[in-house]
């Protein structure tokens, strides 16, 4: 996920705003629109713009849903939990300490292989990744992406070394790494991992706060992220802290954080649900809730289910059946089950969500559908799951990460392709404090001890 200026509070992405209170069903009255629509070229420097932000942010809050609002899509758990489709019966989980790990750890590793696989092309258009990838004889995907070209392959597609994400010298190339550079993908999975060591399992949203001040710097956050650490500096705390100053709100940042919840509920997709929720709601609303929720879900199931499509059904059932996450991943599987091809299905997705509009690009429910079908038409070829989460555009090393994450627990570590574990040397560099290089296989054993 690309970040965002830290002292953002809505000047040119208060566009943003608009275009997120009108999907939510909020009525906005035309002379608000124009008000914010004439902040939008303002300067960050411009207090009194900044101080006319605010308040069209907290008009905004106030206004009530249009008559007629077809989604049910509220943010507390209870309700959500009210809303949501029957419980399914899941088996028990029956695997051994040694099977457990090795389910752990392959799901470490499906997602580190699947941030640095999407982490060099973040930001590029599909077309411009899928020429690279051809131009590269990588076209069906079969590896990491390396920038080891000839020049004029370079030039073409303004490939470059220089200037990686999180103050790295290089980008995440596969010729330019050791082991798995820092990413935010990566790094919210140790900050949960830490939130669990130090807090307990029943931490609460504030103890989130807390420990992302702690243990995150804030120039290591993005979008939603880096407005809800303002506002939690700031002494605004969960929930207000998910939508003051905030239209990033429904964006992926709380989908990305949701994985270690799940590796810890082996076969209990509502319990990990429900803590992902105590996380994704100290950033996030609605369908940037259900988004987290729905990938611990679908982690927790992994461990007990045998095919992918069963898994997104479990991660399904944890959201409410009204909303709009909801509602586009069951047009996914439609079409799925009817047949239509990958391209098929990926065609509809673009004829909802715009990859050149930021918006779109960085939204929970965009990118949650490519994420289901990588998994569904990847099924549990790890390689073709991955490469769908970044051939296509949008949040390529968030998809490919998610992807790799559930496809990796279901196979374990032992059954991923070597291709795409050595590379990383079982290790991750991470930003959140105590953690820096650190062996994913730790990572894994530290997360097997928190099993519920």
């Known amino acids: 996920m690309l970040p965002s200026q830290p002292w953002m509070k809505g000047l040119s992405d208060i566009s943003f705003e608009l275009r997120q209170a009108e999907e939510e069903g909020r009525v906005l009255p035309p002379e608000l629109c124009e008000r914010a629509k004439a902040l939008a070229g303002r300067p960050v420097s411009d207090a009194q713009a900044i101080l006319e932000a605010e308040t069209i942010y907290e008009e905004i809050q106030a206004l009530p849903l249009r008559p007629g609002h077809p989604y049910r899509e509220p943010d507390s758990l209870e309700e959500i939990q009210a809303e949501r489709p029957e419980q399914p019966s899941l088996p028990a989980c029956s695997l051994s300490e040694e099977e457990l790990f090795d389910r752990i750890y392959g799901a470490w590793l499906g997602r580190c292989g699947g941030c640095l696989l999407g982490q060099p092309i973040e930001g590029w258009a599909s077309d411009r990744i899928t020429g690279l990838l051809r131009d590269s004889n990588n076209y069906p995907v079969r590896s990491y992406i390396s920038s080891a070209l000839p020049e004029e392959i370079r030039e073409k597609y303004g490939v470059s070394d220089e200037g990686g994400g999180y103050g790295a010298k290089k980008k995440g190339w596969?010729?330019?790494?050791?082991?798995?550079?820092?990413?935010?993908?990566?790094?919210?999975?140790?900050?949960?991992?830490?939130?669990?060591?130090?807090?307990?399992?029943?931490?609460?949203?504030?103890?989130?706060?807390?420990?992302?001040?702690?243990?995150?710097?804030?120039?290591?956050?993005?979008?939603?992220?880096?407005?809800?650490?303002?506002?939690?500096?700031?002494?605004?705390?969960?929930?207000?802290?998910?939508?003051?100053?905030?239209?990033?709100?429904?964006?992926?940042?709380?989908?990305?954080?949701?994985?270690?919840?799940?590796?810890?509920?082996?076969?209990?997709?509502?319990?990990?649900a429900a803590m992902a929720w105590r996380d994704a709601s100290i950033s996030h609303v609605k369908n940037g809730i259900y988004g987290e929720m729905y990938v611990a879900a679908m982690l927790a199931s992994a461990f007990?289910?045998?095919?992918?499509?069963?898994?997104?059904?479990?991660?399904?059932?944890?959201?409410?059946?009204?909303?709009?996450?909801?509602?586009?991943?069951?047009?996914?599987?439609?079409?799925?089950?009817?047949?239509?091809?990958?391209?098929?299905?990926?065609?509809?997705?673009?004829?909802?969500?715009?990859?050149?509009?930021?918006?779109?690009?960085?939204?929970?429910?965009?990118?949650?559908?490519?994420?289901?079908?990588?998994?569904?038409?990847?099924?549990?070829?790890?390689?073709?799951?991955?490469?769908?989460?970044?051939?296509?555009?949008?949040?390529?090393?968030?998809?490919?990460?998610?992807?790799?994450?559930?496809?990796?627990?279901?196979?374990?570590?032992?059954?991923?392709?070597?291709?795409?574990?050595?590379?990383?040397?079982?290790?991750?560099?991470?930003?959140?404090?105590?953690?820096?290089?650190?062996?994913?296989?730790?990572?894994?054993?530290?997360?097997?001890?928190?099993?519920?």
Request: with cysteine.
């Open 174 to 272: 596969i010729n330019n790494v050791a082991y798995m550079p820092e990413d935010d993908d990566t790094n919210y999975t140790v900050l949960a991992l830490k939130l669990l060591e130090d807090y307990g399992p029943n931490f609460t949203p504030v103890d989130v706060a807390e420990c992302w001040l702690m243990c995150l710097p804030l120039l290591h956050t993005c979008t939603a992220e880096r407005m809800a650490y303002i506002n939690l500096a700031n002494l605004v705390l969960p929930p207000a802290s998910a939508v003051t100053n905030n239209p990033y709100r429904e964006w992926i940042g709380a989908q990305i954080r949701g994985d270690l919840f799940g590796y810890i509920h082996p076969g209990d997709p509502a319990a990990a």
């Open 304 to 452: 007990v289910l045998t095919e992918t499509r069963d898994v997104v059904l479990a991660g399904l059932s944890q959201i409410p059946t009204r909303s709009r996450l909801a509602e586009s991943i069951r047009d996914i599987l439609d079409r799925y089950d009817a047949g239509e091809s990958q391209e098929q299905v990926v065609s509809h997705i673009r004829e909802r969500w715009n990859e050149s509009d930021g918006y779109d690009w960085c939204h929970t429910i965009s990118n949650a559908m490519l994420v289901t079908v990588g998994l569904l038409y990847g099924g549990l070829d790890y390689a073709a799951s991955v490469a769908a989460g970044i051939v296509y555009g949008f949040d390529t090393d968030c998809n490919a990460a998610t992807i790799g994450s559930v496809v990796g627990l279901m196979l374990g570590a032992k059954r991923l392709p070597a291709d795409w574990t050595a590379p990383l040397n079982d290790t991750l560099k991470s930003g959140v404090d105590g953690f820096g290089i650190v062996a994913i296989s730790d990572l894994a054993r530290r997360t097997a001890v928190l099993r519920q």
